[in-house]
């Protein structure tokens, strides 16, 4: 049976027949340019045409009994920043692209060993624009998203430790729930629709704040917090709580060299995965 078959059958009928639509007649996504995160520069991309994927607002968190829930069956997309063309940050000889997919894979992998379901953005060295990104996401409003970056400062070398980004509060609601609706039909009209935008904002606080955590104790580096930021990968996900985690500067010459070794990685994923564990039995 096909796994996006599975998936749709995961989540309540409304939703899976539109799922099973949009996964099975999707097109591959077309090569384009991804923005870098922290103080560098977004890039503007043309936004994927509307989909017809139906939506309809998830049930309320059931009580935690006795202090956790499940996980087996969770969902959570992990995003690879960068790749193909779009090295990312380069420093020392590590590329940030190598290091988010690698990084990806092994967290992947950790996750689904705990019976949770994780959907790749990409699997490969290769382009995927930014609202593709946010477009997988999109397709799976009972998932959460995490997208992988490595830091970067072009000012400060010795720059160290780990952050992680939610949607700034500054971010226009109103707009966001227009270009959504745009995009999206979703069961129950703009009241629904703005439940969805609401719930998924108010999430990744919680979410961003157990990744960071556990990274950076795992880690052993500073602690920078969660911050906020008017990212586009953040801002064009919708229906799902969305971070994006720095795992550390590979500006760095300690962090890079460090980056650029299997145990490190291995430990990283270790760390992401016990916060989105932790995240999930909690949610």
């Known amino acids: 049976m096909p796994n996006w078959f599975k998936l749709a059958k995961l989540l309540r009928p409304p939703l899976a027949l ?4 949009l996964v099975a007649g999707c097109p591959p996504p077309a090569p384009s340019r991804s923005s870098p995160t922290g103080g560098r520069v977004a890039t503007t991309v043309t936004p994927p045409p509307p989909s017809p994927l139906a939506l309809s607002p998830e049930p309320e968190p059931l009580p935690a009994s006795p202090s956790w829930r499940p996980i087996t069956g969770r969902l959570v997309v992990l995003d690879a920043g960068h790749g193909g063309n779009d090295r990312g940050a380069s420093h020392f000889g590590v590329r940030e692209k190598d290091v988010n997919l ?3 894979k092994r967290l992947a992998l950790r996750l689904e060993n705990q019976g949770i379901t994780v959907i790749l953005t990409r699997r490969q060295d290769v382009f995927l624009p930014l609202p593709e990104r946010s477009s997988i996401a999109n397709q799976y409003p009972q998932a959460i998203f ?3 970056h490595c830091n970067a400062s072009t000012n400060n070398p010795a720059a160290t430790g780990v952050e992680t980004f939610v949607l700034s509060r500054q971010a226009d609601n109103a707009a966001r729930q227009a270009r959504a609706g745009k995009r999206y039909q979703v069961t129950g009209g703009d009241q629904a629709l703005a439940t969805l935008l609401a719930r998924s904002r108010e999430r990744a606080p919680a979410l961003a704040q157990a990744l960071q955590n556990t990274l950076a104790t795992r880690l ?5 917090g969660v911050k906020q930021a008017d990212l586009a990968v953040l801002r064009e996900t919708f229906f799902c709580p969305a971070i994006l985690v720095e795992v550390g500067f590979i ?7 460090q980056m650029a070794s299997a145990a490190w990685r291995g430990l990283a994923a270790e760390a992401l995965a016990e916060g989105i564990v932790d995240y999930l039995r909690k949610s």
Do not use: H, K, Q, Y
């Open 251 to 257: 500006s760095n010459a300690t962090t890079a060299n």
């Open 220 to 224: 052993g580096v500073p602690n920078r």
């Open 18 to 21: 539109g799922l099973a639509f």
């Open 102 to 104: 690698d990084l990806v």
């Open 146 to 148: 995490v997208s992988i």
